[in-house]
Nanobody
């Protein structure tokens, strides 16, 4: 059974930082690309960041990519020894307020990360991030 469990959301002032974590079980984590998405009230779920799988026994690394709205402020990373993907969020803005979801890539050994809701079958439960002005 595949499970994705997120943690680390909360309330922060504009300009502050938060670090989200997503622990994955039920799959060989290092074989899969991972993604972070978010959904603000009244809006569709949108892509935030993705990281590719890593090769062999590499603990960290992977190719990363970001939406234009978070590029330069957010950093996605992974620790294969802990089966966990992270999202470090700096210089937060009120418009970053949303429920954040991690997602597991649909197929193992994909050559890159993913950007669409349709490229995953598994989501975390979501964690609320609220940025006050």
């Amino acid at each position: 059974q595949v499970q994705l469990v997120e943690s680390g959301g909360g309330l922060v002032q504009a300009g502050g930082s938060l670090r989200l974590s997503c622990a994955v079980s039920g799959r060989t984590f290092s074989y899969y690309a991972m993604g972070w998405f978010r959904q603000a009230p009244g809006k569709e779920r949108e892509f935030v960041a993705t990281i590719s799988r890593t090769g062999g026994t590499t603990r960290t690394g992977g190719t990363t990519d970001y939406s234009d709205s978070v590029k330069g402020r957010f950093t996605i990373s992974r620790d294969n020894a802990k089966n966990t993907v992270f999202l470090q969020m700096n210089s937060l803005k009120p418009e970053d307020t949303a429920v954040y979801y991690c997602a597991l890539g649909k197929a193992p050994f994909a050559s890159s990360g993913f950007y669409s809701n349709h490229d995953t079958d598994y989501w975390g439960q979501g964690t609320q991030v609220t940025v006050s002005s």
